[in-house]
């Protein structure tokens, strides 16, 4: 017994002159919401007109990204020579990073009464004017059926690519 006392004495002893390395606490850095709205109408304004509106049910700011949910955004045609005047985007969840919305969940696109889209995800990049995806699609381009997957739809120049594309032209119709 003596010489068990003496051992936790003599370690103990010991280590109380162990150099003990300051602990360095790792700050993990969250992601934290810097601003959250609830059921929003946003406009963003330029010197002649509204460019874009945005309501949705809930939307969310952060530091380098926009989260919204089940939103609706309506960007305006800003350049006079182009032919469309809008485009809708609507999706259960919105992420917009810069110029870029990822749109994921009952996706809808719709450029005027030119075409439309259904999907389950898609990006589109508003500065280019480019919507692309890797998810099948449902689409009606000038009133006809159109079906895919690997969408890639450039409004600048009007051209639409997909994989495995299926289009059905209505013979009835104009």
Known sequence: MKSFIALLLFISIIAYFIPIKKLEKVQ??????????????????????IHRVVIAE???????RDEMFNADITLKNQDQTKEFDSENLKADKIIKKGDVYTLTNNVKYKRDNFIKLNTHHLIYDDINKIAKNNKPFEGVYN????KGTNLYL???NDNIKAKNAHFEIDMKKN
């Open 28 to 49: 993990i850095e969250q992601d934290l919401p810097q601003v959250i709205f609830e059921k929003p109408i946003m406009y963003t304004l330029n010197d002649k007109n």
């Open 58 to 64: 809930h939307a969310v700011k952060y530091q380098n």
């Open 143 to 146: 009133e006809h059926i159109f």
């Open 154 to 156: 450039d409004i600048n």
